[in-house]
């Protein structure tokens, strides 16, 4: 079975400030890996996705993420954040063998203050 | 993803009462998804199917009923016999490994 574990549940930062979003996953088989954002009362935006290729993947926003399989985590970063970026982030992996199935994290809370 | 719409977003039922949210889309893809969302928690899988007049129970299906007569559709009841159903429901479609989510509807029960 997949699991993923996302250990921070709220990061406050400051505008203007870099912030790393933590996600570890655990997996039998080999997994594609998103992340998504969800701004309040509404539903999921795609980040980003590690698929194959590159570990260092672009996504919108300029948000980005680093895949390491040997320690199974894909954290999602930014490098200066802004207050529009306060949301919340779910971290998500999917079977490369059998891919219907998106494991969510319990997600985290990005909270950016001025 | 402006492919795909729920309705209606607010939604707010009696204890006792069946309820159906709505679920539709334009991307033309076959497989399509719902997504239970309680707060501090992530999405859970409620059914999927991926194709017409097939699907499959997901996590935490009981209490839940769906049906997929057309590509398009996808639209799921909360029977009385969910026990719980205030929560924020989000319905999905796959195109090759990736999810593209609605707006989502929340439903309250009184």
């Known amino acids: 079975a997949q699991s993923v574990t996302q250990l921070d549940s709220q990061v406050p930062v400051f505008e203007e400030a870099p912030v790393e979003l933590r996600c570890n996953y655990s997996s039998s088989v080999s997994v594609y890996l998103f992340w998504y954002v969800q701004y309040p009362n509404q539903g999921l935006q795609l980040l980003l996705k590690?698929?194959?290729?590159?570990?260092l993947v672009k996504g919108i926003n300029g948000f980005e993420a680093e895949f390491n399989k040997s320690q199974t985590s894909f954290h999602l970063r930014k490098p200066s954040v802004h207050i529009s970026d306060t949301a919340e982030y779910f971290c998500?992996?999917?079977?490369?063998?059998?891919?219907?199935?998106?494991?969510f994290g319990s997600g985290t809370r990005l909270l950016v203050r001025p | 993803d402006g492919g795909i719409t729920q309705s209606p977003k607010y939604l707010f039922r009696k204890e006792g009462q069946n309820v159906t949210l709505s679920c539709e889309q334009n991307l033309n893809h076959d497989a399509m998804y719902w997504y239970r969302q309680d707060p501090g928690q992530g999405l859970r899988l409620i059914y999927y199917s991926q194709i017409v007049n097939d699907f499959q129970k997901g996590d935490i299906a009981e209490g839940y009923s769906v049906s997929r007569e057309k590509k398009e559709s996808f639209p799921l009841t909360v029977t009385s016999a969910q026990k719980n159903p205030t929560a924020f429901y989000l319905c999905?479609?796959?195109?090759?490994?990736?999810?593209?989510f609605g707006p989502g509807t929340r439903l309250t029960v009184l």
């Open positions: 999905a479609v796959q195109r090759n490994n990736e999810q593209f």
């Open positions: 590690y698929l194959s290729g590159s570990t």
């Open positions: 998500a992996v999917i079977r490369m063998d059998s891919s219907y199935k998106l494991i």
